[in-house]
């Protein structure tokens, strides 16, 4: 499955801006990745885990006798054993931050969560013997969902200082005249809007291996947040003794993003029994007890002038954030999302919002590609689409009226988002040319006489990228820095090794990274290697990959060690050379005289003279400010009335992200997230009946979509320049998951004449909407 991507290339000399095949692919194909299962740990045993059963009670007992007989069993352990603390997520002094037990020992909030673990040598022993634990639990309401969850006369599931039942987390704030506004707007619109609950599906499921190390441990673990996994197990531990490393990592999305009660148990059981010990989530642990997302309703009022300019929102946000909040972002992450960015790319100077996380029982929510921000397009495009159908203005030109001006750039929005640099306007105008506009109507009243029933959907987002540490703290998460690192050797044959804080996790930064190394440098790209994440190596400290930050914030740390490297070479060259460091040439791992070409020296030749440590530079890198990336998508479908079956015709983005580093990446990286938001828009959602037991807990359930359902997108880089960026390039990784489900609610409206406001637009709920004229 390809992409077609205009706009991109490189500039001058520089790698950055190529098409580089990804140089880790080979391995990959041809069996020799090494992930986490994969790692050969001689006298490995293997953990496996309990799990409650019941969605909420008290655990009365736990019998582990009948199990600790099975032969090849090492040990059973309740939380009494394995002795850790509780995990608490440290949020801002006014944000509750629940408790979150490594293994339930008063009680248990969901189902799948974990009550004890078996240690054996074999994972079917453990398989065996898992089964025999008998855990006794005496059963409590449940609260399901969010209505549940704010009823006052419900259960309540952690009991909080201020009694503030199931609310784990308020805000409520005004931004200009939102009343004035609304008294005298033309139209007042209002409307709720719903996202299901949903799960990333990375090939490769979440886990860890464990070896003890004199007192200390080191732990394996397929994560994309390792140095956060190395504080927290540390403060657990009671040790600083805590190395963590990467192995390959078979997809993240966000998922691993999580540092899990069940890797810090594994750790844990390292040090008590001074043996290996590994433990990989099944597809149905993973859908069970992972992290899911998204689960959000919003009640929205919109006031619009006779001419459609938006004039005021009043939005109401609830998330679900199931039994617990996640370490290290805790439980505000997405309500915030919606909070911050309900007002999208438009200009808004009247809005009111309130943001409220709700604790249910069912699995703990965390960050997934793009956060809240698939909840807030979604209803700030569908806003925008109603706001055409009720004053009669053409939907696009409602967009055109209401898009911040790239005269206004940098622009602050009346959340206080700061929108860097771009052209909103560039990025409609081009996928409104790109899927056809000015001829849809005349295509989709052909298609109807024919039969069939054609809709064409537009979705505009801005989105931030690259979060910095001032951007944390606002939101009150001090468990995550905010900055990241790099660092990098160069050894005695030339061979440049580079370690960031940011795990590659499939999204080709092995590929991009080493582009960048060449350029900043100036090592030959065949002479880079760009090795997994590691806590062990050097003192380097940073976030994690996530919210497109390798671009800005990884890259740039890449770029400051680089530069830095770079720097030192030219300087031993010049005393080596007898040349002054502006008369040389580097490029290609060799120092070259720029007047006379046959005097030159290699990095092989350098670094084997230099003294210990020369060649080897470490640097962090927090951005003064967070990137605003941006695009259009646009899409056509087809909706059969008689099945409610989809079928996406065409798919076009118009996009800048500034720099595009590598056009196949970012052209496969666009692809990726796009399949996943037609996932949450048409196929995937999470249920649970009323006891709280999850009804999707096999693939077979939980439907994803394939490759015939997903349409060759074709892209278009619009490539600004973004001045406050180090090299000039934006994270991009998320948009299509933030934009499709937007762009296919509008297009199936189209299509049928109705409002498609709640998700996902499975065919039978589409069958009864184009009977009852609305999906929810």
């Not at 044959?493 to 350029?519: H, K, M, N, Y």
């Not at 997994?532 to 919210?547: L, N, P």
Request: charged share 20%.
């Amino acid at each position: 499955m390809g992409n077609a991507v205009e706009g991109a290339g490189a500039v001058g000399g520089s790698l950055a801006g190529r098409a580089v095949p990804r140089v880790e692919d080979q391995a990959l194909l041809t069996g020799r990745g090494r992930f986490l299962d994969d790692l050969d740990l001689p006298g490995t045993l293997h953990a496996v885990f309990v799990r409650s059963t019941v969605a909420h009670g008290t655990i009365r007992s736990v019998r582990t006798g009948a199990a600790a007989r099975v032969p090849g069993v090492v040990g059973v352990f309740t939380a009494a054993e394995l002795a850790l603390p509780d995990i608490v997520t440290p949020l801002q002094e006014d944000i509750f931050s629940p408790p979150r037990p490594v293994l339930a020992h008063d009680r248990v909030r969901f189902v799948g969560e974990p009550v004890a673990v078996v240690v054996a040598e074999s994972r079917y022993a453990g398989e065996d013997a898992a089964a025999l634990v008998e855990v006794a639990i005496d059963p409590l309401p449940v609260a399901t969902d969010i209505a549940g969850a704010l009823d006052p006369s419900g259960p309540v599931l952690h009991e909080q200082p201020d009694g503030a039942g199931n609310v784990v987390f308020e805000q409520e704030k005004s931004f200009g005249d939102p009343d004035g506004a609304f008294a005298t707007a033309a139209h007042v619109i209002e409307r709720t809007f719903h996202h299901p609950r949903v799960t990333a599906s990375p090939m490769e499921t979440f886990g860890a291996a464990a070896i003890p190390d004199g007192g200390g441990v080191t732990i394996w673990c397929s994560t994309q947040f390792p140095h956060t996994l190395r504080r927290i197990a540390r403060q657990l531990y009671g040790t600083d003794d805590v190395l963590v490393r990467c192995p390959d990592i078979g997809g993240g999305f966000g998922h691993k993003g999580v540092n899990y009660p069940e890797e810090i148990a594994v750790g844990r059981l390292a040090l008590l029994l001074d043996r290996t010990v590994k433990w990989v989530a099944d597809r149905e642990e993973s859908l069970l007890a992972s992290a899911h997302a998204r689960e959000m309703e919003v009640r929205v009022r919109a006031a619009a002038g006779a001419d459609g300019t938006l004039l005021a929102l009043d939005v109401d946000v609830v998330c679900d954030i199931g039994a617990y909040g996640t370490y290290p972002l805790g439980h505000v992450l997405e309500v915030l999302g919606v909070f911050g960015l309900a007002p999208g790319p438009y200009r808004l100077r009247n809005y009111h919002a309130r943001a409220r996380s709700v604790a249910t029982n069912k699995c703990p929510s965390a960050a997934y590609r793009g956060v809240g921000l698939p909840v807030s397009t979604l209803v700030h495009e569908r806003i925008m689409d109603i706001v055409a159908a009720t004053t009669g203005v053409d939907r696009a030109e409602v967009r055109r009226r209401n898009l911040v001006a790239a005269s206004e750039m940098p622009y602050t929005s009346v959340t206080n988002q700061r929108y860097d640099s771009g052209d909103f306007h560039a990025a409609l105008d081009a996928a409104l040319e790109l899927i056809g506009y000015d001829t849809f109507e005349s295509d989709k009243r052909a298609a109807r006489a024919g039969g069939r029933l054609l809709g064409l959907g537009i979705a505009a987002y801005v989105e931030w990228t690259g979060t910095n540490s001032k951007m944390f703290r606002a939101r009150g998460m001090s468990a995550v820095s905010g900055f990241d690192g790099c660092h990098m050797e160069l050894d005695a044959e030339g061979v440049l090794r580079v370690w960031t804080t940011l795990p590659s996790i499939g999204q080709g930064t092995t590929t991009t990274f080493a582009q960048l190394a060449t350029d900043s440098v100036g090592v030959d790209f065949a002479d880079v290697r760009v090795v997994q994440s590691d806590t062990g190596v050097s003192d380097i400290e940073g976030t994690g990959t996530g919210a497109s930050r390798s671009a800005n914030i990884g890259a740039g740390a890449l770029h400051l060690a680089g530069t830095e490297l770079r720097g030192r070479l030219l300087e031993d060259a010049a005393a080596r050379l007898g040349v002054a460091a502006d008369g040389l040439d580097i490029a290609r791992s060799c120092v070259t005289v720029r007047d006379l070409p046959t005097r030159s020296v290699s990095f092989a030749e350098l670094a084997k003279t230099a003294d210990p440590g020369r060649y080897r530079v470490s640097r962090r890198f927090d951005p003064e400010h967070v990137l605003f990336s941006y695009a259009t998508h646009a899409c056509r479908v087809s909706v059969d009335p008689e099945t409610g079956d989809v079928e996406i015709l065409d798919w076009v983005v118009a996009e800048d992200c500034g720099r595009v580093v590598n056009p196949l990446i970012v052209a496969g990286q666009t692809q990726g997230a796009i399949a996943q938001g037609i996932g949450g828009a048409l196929y995937e959602s999470l249920h649970y009946d009323e006891t709280g037991t999850p009804l999707t807990a096999s693939l077979m359930d939980y439907i994803l979509p394939t490759a015939r359902e997903v349409p060759r997108a074709r892209t278009r880089h619009l490539a600004l320049p973004v001045p406050d960026a180090i090299l000039g390039s934006k994270g991009m990784a998320e948009g299509g998951t933030v934009a499709a489900p937007a762009a296919l609610a509008n297009a199936v409206s189209d299509a049928l004449g109705i409002e498609c406001n709640a998700l996902p637009l499975t065919p039978e709920r589409l069958w009864k909407a184009a009977r009852s004229g609305r999906t929810g």
